[in-house]
């Protein structure tokens, strides 16, 4: 459902009930509509902590004989506690920015900062405790340990971590209450639908406590209903913990629950 | 850094995929594998086994066999030459007196001379005729006595040496000395004799050995080998020691043989019974010297004749016709005589010629008694070929006296016909007779043979210029393992080498299903580096992983080994058993010879070697899948 304030919401009726059959005028109002709506989205706090940083960020592949800039000179801030939507047609570079800012991957040129760390320079060691500690990972695919149960699954990144079993033992119920998935502690990610294997892997990624969530296309791959449960869950997790989340995703509608949404193409941020 | 628990929680999930390929990689290293715990449970095994045989026979005592060389340059002496000249013109002077004087044909050119004219490379020359008795005094003046015997006996007194025995073949010197026949008689009847021991002629080829393999031996050599309570020593005249092989003892006793079938009990059984009925028992030998075998080979002649000429009239029998005895071990008759005076006259005149100058030239026939004393094993060795792998297993569980029929030498000293029999000159001064020396320990005997060994065999008379340099051809004896201990550091080399060859094969085995494992797993691998794995991390998960897959290869790899070894231990346990008792002489003939025996040390080998081949297998694939971008992984996926 679509949260629009009440001036944008006049704004609408007004370009609506003007329409003469002008269709390109009435797309440029709603682009129009959209800069605004996004502008004046509510942040978590303007004097909030910038968790993660980016500054002339450039990425590019190798395609073939030819060098293709999958993120092009992108520089943004994100606060601690937005909860950001990051769009944009298939190949835009939603993903590898995404990545670069969970990094897994390293720029060509700029710099980023997570949690207020330069990335660049961090060993190998430093990056996977960086990942482990700071960050959160949501998949499309949940990418849960199909012989493992879910309790385990979930212990999967206090293990690289060194979580402690007694603390692991303490953490887990209480994520799993969270996530609705008390009752299904013990069973295999096969015995679970869609909704509850993605609800799983975001469990999974709050287990170390991260003050970032990556989540790369979590609803993706689920039903709309169930989207609908994975953006509230994302919201109460931010009101619960105080989690930054970032999300990449195709669905407006998914994208429209967030703070802010920044739009790709062409691996730069349109204005 | 992921703790052991949680490596090993995530490493166990990759054991559930891929359970075709893993349990084809699991059967394939695990049968390489099982073969060398087999190997290992196997040569432990028997080791020990021949350790728990303790001191029967000559298990635990360290022997040197030396062979005292043909020194054949005397023969080309020309000291020795002349001198046998010297001694021939001589006889041949009295010869041609007592022919003389007797009224006997004698010509001195075709007299028999001691020497004789060879031919080396083209060029010709004299050598001396060793069956000479002219030959045979020059050399017994001349050749010093026992010189390399005694050079011997110098040499190892000097190093801890317990005892000097000798051994010689009694036929062999009754050979060099003449022709002459030694036939068991058994139930009245003689027992035709062998020219071949191991091709006999009678049916069972039991006895027939006897005048071919007959050995006289110190009697500490022998004295491991005989039945409790029995001794070797005899007094002039007695009957002598003999010990038997089994097969003759049987024939003795008049037992059906067993048949190759017979399992163990039975063997053991029957061992029992010829141990218990062959003790004292007599064995009559007839004894045929050339002259009396000359006799009788005219009697044959004249029985075939008989048939030939059945219808011939014309043929005229000789005068003089012999004729066997009816009865065992008597010398042949005079059938008829029809010479006339003039010829009996000159028979008896050359007979005192030969007489005078051939003492041996009488014709003689007796018999020799022989008390049992022991059992050996089969003489004949037609019948124990290693065909089959309990035969093979078998063949080093043989007597360290070898095949043959043993009597002790003071025995056959104080008989007079063996003793002036089996006197040669080659006797005499020794040569080519054995000698063993007994040490304290193996690695005094293994120093004497590394110290005193004549190693090139190559040259001519190498020998002889060996004993020159106080070297002897020898070897080890009296252990029957002595030849596997000694080859044991090849045997280890070898050894290693296969379980290296092994570990690769089982690590290209590996390799496969690791491979694909962790190729399978880069997606895994990608999400665990996310959620903040380190390359470390990855690694310690795959290379538990690893160490399971080749803990459970060993695993299956011991079972498999130890059920091959637990079936050899099962099939011929028993039949070794046996065999050992007999060729140790065991008194217990309960004591077994078990083929399985456990090394922690081999098996923590073996284990060590399946976990580096695991590690091998998994390091190629492991190295490139840590180092893949994770991110490329996901985006293929």
């Not at chain 2, 010093?144 to 801890?160: E, F, N, S």
């Not at chain 2, 001794?231 to 037992?255: C, H, N, W």
């Not at chain 2, 011939?312 to 071990?329: F, G, H, M, N």
Request: with cysteine; hydrophobic share 45%; aromatic share 6%.
């Amino acid at each position: 459902m679509l949260h629009l304030t009440p001036d944008i919401q006049e704004k609408l009726k007004t370009v609506l009930t003007a329409f003469d059959g002008d269709i390109e005028a009435v797309r440029q109002a709603l682009e129009a509509l959209s800069r605004e709506r996004d502008q004046n989205q509510p942040v978590a706090s303007s004097d909030a902590p910038v968790i993660v940083e980016l500054q002339d960020v450039s990425r590019q592949y190798r395609l073939g004989r030819e060098r293709v800039g999958a993120v092009v000179e992108v520089a943004l801030k994100i606060r601690q506690g937005e909860i950001v939507a990051i769009t944009g047609p298939s190949g835009s570079g939603k993903s590898t920015l995404l990545n670069l800012m969970g990094a897994l991957d390293k720029p060509d040129s700029g710099h980023i900062a997570i949690g207020g760390q330069d990335v660049a320079g961090l060993s190998d060691r430093q990056l996977s405790k960086l990942r482990n500690q700071t960050i959160g990972f949501v998949f499309q695919f949940f990418y849960l340990q199909p012989f493992l149960d879910i309790r385990t699954n979930l212990a999967v990144p206090g293990m690289f971590a060194g979580l402690s079993q007694a603390e692991r033992g303490r953490r887990i119920p209480e994520l799993a209450a969270a996530v609705g998935l008390s009752d299904r502690l013990d069973h295999l990610p096969k015995e679970l639908s869609g909704g509850q294997m993605q609800r799983a892997a975001i469990a999974r990624a709050l287990l170390n406590r991260p003050k970032l969530i990556l989540a790369d296309e979590p609803t993706g791959n689920i039903d709309r209903a169930n989207a609908r449960t994975i953006i509230e869950l994302f919201k109460s997790i931010r009101e619960r913990y105080g989690t930054t989340i970032v999300l990449v995703t195709h669905d407006m509608e998914v994208a429209h629950q967030a703070d802010r949404i920044i739009k790709l193409r062409d691996g730069r941020i349109l204005a | 850094m992921i703790g052991l628990r949680d490596c090993l929680t995530l490493a166990l999930t990759k054991l559930r995929t891929r359970r075709i390929r893993l349990g084809i990689t699991l059967v394939v290293s695990g049968v390489l594998f099982a073969a060398l715990v087999a190997a290992s449970l196997v040569i432990r095994g028997s080791l020990t086994s021949i350790d728990n045989f303790g001191n029967d026979g000559l298990v635990k005592r360290f022997f040197v066999q030396i062979m005292l060389p043909y020194h054949v340059e005397y023969y080309d002496d020309t000291d020795y030459i002349g001198r046998a000249l010297e001694i021939a013109r001589e006889r041949n002077k009295q010869q041609d007196a007592a022919a003389k004087r007797l009224g006997v044909a004698f010509d001195l050119k075709t007299a028999p001379q001691p020497t004789m004219q060879i031919s080396d490379g083209g060029k010709e020359r004299q050598q001396l005729s060793i069956l000479d008795p002219a030959a045979q005094q020059a050399l017994l003046e001349l050749a010093p006595r026992q010189a390399a015997y005694k050079d011997v006996a110098k040499l190892i007194h000097g190093q801890g040496l317990r005892e000097v025995h000798t051994s010689q073949f009694v036929s062999q010197n009754l050979l060099e000395s003449g022709a002459i026949e030694l036939t068991p008689v058994v139930n009245g009847a003689e027992v035709k004799p062998s020219d071949n021991p191991f091709s006999p002629t009678d049916k069972d080829g039991s006895l027939s050995t006897f005048g071919m393999t007959l050995q006289a031996y110190d009697e500490q050599m022998l004295q491991p080998f005989t039945l409790p309570g029995e001794s070797l020593t005899s007094a002039s005249g007695d009957p002598i020691p003999v010990i038997v092989p089994i097969d003759a003892a049987e024939r003795l006793l008049t037992l059906k043989p067993l048949p190759d079938t017979a399992s163990a009990s039975q063997q053991r059984a029957r061992l029992q019974e010829v141990r218990t009925g062959i003790r004292d028992r007599l064995m009559t030998v007839c004894y045929r010297n050339q002259a009396e075998l000359d006799r009788r080979a005219l009697a044959r002649q004249y029985q075939q004749d008989l048939v030939t000429h059945k219808s011939d009239k014309t043929w005229v029998p000789p005068e003089l016709i012999y004729a066997e005895s009816r009865q065992s071990c008597q010398p042949v008759g005079v059938q008829s005589d029809k010479r006339n005076a003039e010829s009996k006259k000159a028979a008896v005149a050359e007979e005192q010629f030969m007489r005078e100058f051939s003492p041996k030239a009488a014709p003689l026939v007796s018999t020799i008694s022989f008390r049992v004393v022991g059992v050996a094993p089969k003489a004949s060795m037609t019948a124990e070929q290693p065909s089959t792998l309990g035969g093979l297993a078998s063949s080093f569980l043989t007597s360290s006296l070898g095949p043959g029929w043993f009597v002790p030498t003071p025995s056959v000293n104080s008989q007079p016909l063996l003793r002036q029999a089996t006197f040669s000159p080659l006797g005499a001064i020794m040569e080519g007779s054995m000698v063993y020396a007994e040490f304290p320990d193996r690695a005094s005997q293994r120093a004497f043979i590394d110290a005193h060994n004549c190693t090139d065999l190559s040259s001519p008379n190498a020998q002889s210029t060996c004993a020159k340099k106080h070297r002897y051809v020898m070897h080890q004896y009296g252990n029957p393992l002595a030849t596997l201990y000694d080859a044991a550091p090849v045997v280890t080399k070898w050894f290693q080498v296969l379980v290296l060859v092994v570990a690769a094969l089982s690590a290209v085995v590996m390799m496969g299903t690791i491979g694909k494992i962790i190729a399978d797993g880069r997606k895994e691998t990608s999400v665990f580096r996310a959620l903040g794995a380190s390359r470390l991390d990855i690694t310690a998960v795959y290379v538990f992983y690893t160490l399971i897959l080749a803990s459970l290869a060993f695993v299956f790899a011991v079972v498999l080994g130890a059920t091959l070894a637990a079936y050899m231990e099962t099939r011929y346990s028993g039949v070794l058993s046996i065999q050992a008792v007999m060729a140790f002489n065991s008194s217990d003939l309960n004591k077994s010879f078990h083929l399985v025996g456990v090394n922690i040390g081999d098996m923590l080998l073996i284990y060590l070697f399946v976990l580096v081949a695991g590690l091998l297998a998994a390091a190629a694939p492991l190295l490139l899948n840590i180092r893949r971008n994770p991110i490329k992984d996901m985006r293929e996926e």
